[in-house]
Every structure is written in structure tokens, then in C-alpha cells.
């Protein structure tokens, strides 16, 4: 089983669908990561354009070159 080693970086959508852990939450979900995927899409689709642009790119992002720490 891969570890995770949390230093500063959030992991990205792509990062935690691929964990095998993620395999059994989507089964158990009765689902699966393809449709969970289509899901956070979807949601993130209806978010007003206001509300997008106030968001911070999370430093896993590639618009981000170093990490800041999470928020607390």
C-alpha cells in the first residue's frame, strides 16, 4: 500500500482517485471514481463564476510554484 506523506501539499483530484484506498470508499459509496469524478465536476459547473474567481489555487496546482500552508 503507498503511503502518503502529507509536508505541505494538498494532493490533487487526480492523486487521490488513483489511490487504492479509493477503490473501496467509491464501492462502498455504490459508486465509482469515474462517476464520483463526473459528480465533482458537475458541482463545480453550477458554482457562480464570482464564487470560482475568489478561490485560491491549492499549492498541488500547477498554478502554484511553492506550498502554503493550509489554512487553520
Do not use: F, K, Q, Y
Amino acid at each position: 500500500m503507498e503511503s502518503w506523506m502529507a509536508l505541505c501539499c494538498e494532493p490533487s483530484l487526480e492523486e487521490l482517485l488513483a489511490d487504492e484506498m479509493m477503490g473501496s470508499v467509491t464501492r462502498s459509496a455504490g459508486t465509482d471514481r469515474l462517476r464520483l469524478r463526473a459528480l465533482l465536476r458537475d458541482i463545480a459547473r453550477r458554482l457562480p463564476a464570482e464564487r470560482l474567481a475568489r478561490l485560491r489555487p491549492r499549492c498541488a496546482s500547477p498554478a502554484m510554484l511553492g506550498c502554503r500552508p493550509a489554512a487553520g
